[in-house]
């Protein structure tokens, strides 16, 4: 188990790898599997392996998802 908040790990985490797509979920360039727009600006994403829940990258942050997805 890790026992750090996602601010920490975000900081020891490399950022060509992970991005920091909203408050609760960092994702890993290989587990991005499609990005489709979403609501006012924000970006759903599909990753491997599926999850339930749905992950949104948020406005503020989609221009530098985008970039960093070399889009």
């Known amino acids: 188990m890790i026992n750090l908040t ?9 950022g060509s790898q ?3 797509a909203n408050r609760q ?3 890993h360039i290989g587990a991005v599997q499609e990005v489709r727009p979403y609501f006012k600006g924000r ?3 599909v990753v491997k392996p ?6 949104v990258v948020t ?3 989609a ?3 985008r970039q960093w997805l070399d889009m």
């Open 6 to 14: 996602l601010d920490q790990l975000e900081e020891q985490l490399d």
């Open 18 to 20: 992970f991005f920091r």
């Open 25 to 27: 979920f960092i994702v």
């Open 43 to 45: 970006l759903s994403l």
């Open 50 to 55: 599926p999850i339930t829940e749905e992950q």
């Open 59 to 61: 406005s503020s942050r």
């Open 63 to 65: 221009a530098a998802f």
